[in-house]
């Protein structure tokens, strides 16, 4: 099975073009063994660019333990760019099929290929029961939850809770350190007040306008980027006042720039990265 090795901002995958490979076992239990930094080729989880009767392409991707999951905004503009480059799309403005839904990308060029897209994120959703999440507001079921308070063992901290597709829990703190990012996430992130379990964003603001994260991602654990993450925060820190409706993200690894816009869409832009091919095994 032929493959691609690509990342936006340092979140990495393994993708496989579906329209011309067949792999050789359940994506379930290759994801694994492929994305194991050790004895694999290494990486955050696998993606499967697959035929699609809705858009240019579908995307299908599973973590690092194998679970799939609705979304990933850094692996869809790899996605995008890869659709581009093999020609499987015309032009630079095309859709690609998610579990959240179809989402438009546009992308930006350099020398014919892609190196940046900005991708329709839709519209975020607040509603704590479609996130889904247990947690409430002092408003009621249908009112969102922001910075309500979530105890982890002795510790309350104020979350708000954002779904991109799939679910996010926002901490605002003064520094994101390793003790929370390490120490805490993955508590938050199997936490019974997220039945589905969560991607955590700790995220500390620098100004109106930028923002800097860390995120421990569900079924993955800490990555370099999450670009539905980033996009969660982004709508976490304009609800609550903290930050205006475009902003800068700083990443362990990139930048991301987010703009919630007037239609109550999010639209995300970043880089798309190709690093290597090779097969899989390797005999």
Not at 18 to 25: M, V
Not at 26 to 37: C, Q, V, W
Not at 175 to 199: C, K, M, Q
Not at 245 to 270: K, P
């Amino acid at each position: 099975m032929n493959f691609i090795k690509m990342h936006g901002a340092g979140n990495d995958y393994v993708y496989v073009d579906c329209f011309r490979e067949t792999l050789p076992e359940p994506a379930e239990t290759l994801a694994p063994k492929i994305s194991d930094r050790h004895f694999g080729v290494g990486s955050d989880g696998l993606i499967l660019i697959t035929p699609s009767d809705k858009a240019a392409a579908r995307m299908r991707m599973y973590n690092a333990d194998g679970s799939e999951s609705e979304m990933c905004g850094n692996g869809v503009r790899c996605v995008a760019k890869y659709v581009h480059d093999a020609g499987y799309a015309s032009g630079v403005d095309f859709p690609i099929e998610t579990g959240a839904g179809v989402l438009a990308m546009h992308c930006e060029l350099e020398g014919g290929r892609v190196a940046r897209v900005r991708v329709d994120m839709g519209e975020p959703i607040l509603t704590p029961a479609d996130i889904p999440t247990t947690l409430r507001s002092a408003g009621g079921d249908a009112e969102p939850v922001i910075d309500v308070p979530l105890t982890v063992k002795d510790r309350t901290f104020r979350a708000t809770a954002v779904s991109m597709g799939n679910p996010h829990c926002v901490i605002f703190v003064d520094e994101p350190t390793d003790e929370l990012v390490l120490g805490v996430g993955p508590l938050i992130e199997t936490a019974p007040e997220f039945p589905r379990r969560v991607n955590v964003e700790f995220a500390q603001v620098i100004s109106p306008e930028e923002m800097r994260m860390r995120v421990w991602e569900r079924g993955a654990g800490e990555t370099l980027a999450c670009g539905t993450g980033t996009c969660a925060l982004s709508v976490a820190a304009a609800l609550s006042g903290r930050c205006r409706r475009r902003v800068l993200v700083h990443l362990l690894g990139g930048d991301l720039q987010i703009e919630w816009a007037a239609d109550n869409h999010v639209l995300m832009t970043g880089p798309a990265v190709e690093v290597f091919r090779g097969q899989w095994p390797n005999t």
